[in-house]
């Protein structure tokens, strides 16, 4: 009979998550995991697997949290066009409120392991390409209620979005400022709005 589990998974995968989020991968040792969790670096290992396994496990479940969230947003019953706005402000409330200057757990990973590691680099375009269709369906859609200019094709204005929230996400890791994050975003929604609706300000 196998013995249970003398440890909660998500509690230590929890911990591990926050050690790469502050440290980055590289900087992170399976002993630097041991001693953060509280077990032993073989129960490690038995558990979970190697150091690359374990980074798979919490940027899986960063995903899972972040792709509810957009999902959430755009899923609902507003208006395209305010949608995206909120889209937009959670992004930015998001990176505001990381007082350590973590980033986005994804985004880091873009930067620092995809590069040199398909399986991650896949992870990491598969996140992008679903964000990147959330956009693309709800422009889409406000360009077919009117709400928003046709002057672009959605699959463009989409990639823009995207783009736009990567920078932000690095840009705040720097310089987290409300005005400059809020000026960022303030030129991609005179590209979509029609005349009568002005700024939205």
Known sequence: MARPREFDEDTVLEAA????????????????????TGMTTPSLYNAFGDKRAIYRLVLDRYV???LETCSVIFGGDEPPLRALERYFDATIDEALADT??????????????????QGFRDVVT???GEIEKCVREC?????????ILTSQP???????????????????????DHNLL????RP??????????????
């Open 17 to 36: 998550m926050q050690r790469f989020w502050n440290n980055g991968y590289e900087a992170t040792s399976m002993r630097d995991l041991a001693d953060l």
């Open 64 to 66: 899972r949290l972040a």
């Open 100 to 117: 350590l200057h973590k980033g986005c757990f994804v985004v880091n990973t873009a930067l620092e392991v995809a590069p040199h590691d």
């Open 126 to 128: 598969g996140v992008f």
């Open 139 to 147: 422009v889409a859609a406000g360009q077919h209620d009117g709400s």
């Open 154 to 176: 959605p699959a463009d204005i989409a990639r823009l979005a995207l783009s736009t929230i990567l920078g932000l996400r690095v840009l705040a890791r720097a310089n987290p």
């Open 182 to 185: 809020s000026g960022v975003v």
């Open 188 to 201: 991609f929604f005179v590209l979509l709005r029609t005349p009568t609706q002005g700024s939205g300000e």
